[in-house]
């Protein structure tokens, strides 16, 4: 599933999301997601989330 459509993305999903301070560098950093935080239907960057542990970051890869 693509990480670009709000549709996709639910809270409590397993995720894999870029940090700003990462992009560069393209790491990806693994979570569960606490809240949605892009209002649009769709984001070609990714959907910017919230993760559980406060992280915030736009989603790359949805695991579960």
């Known amino acids: 599933m693509s ?4 549709a996709n993305i ?3 999903l397993e995720v ?3 940090l700003k301070q990462d992009q ?3 790491k990806l ?3 569960i ?3 949605l935080l892009t ?3 769709n984001h070609p ?3 910017k989330v919230r993760l559980q542990s406060g992280e915030v970051g736009r989603v790359k890869e949805i695991l579960s």
Do not use: A
């Open 24 to 26: 560069r560098t393209g």
């Open 33 to 35: 997601v606490k809240d």
């Open 3 to 6: 990480g670009t459509q709000r």
């Open 45 to 47: 960057h990714g959907i």
């Open 16 to 18: 894999k999301i870029v």
């Open 29 to 31: 950093t693994q979570g």
């Open 39 to 41: 209002n649009s239907s």
């Open 10 to 12: 639910k809270s409590g």
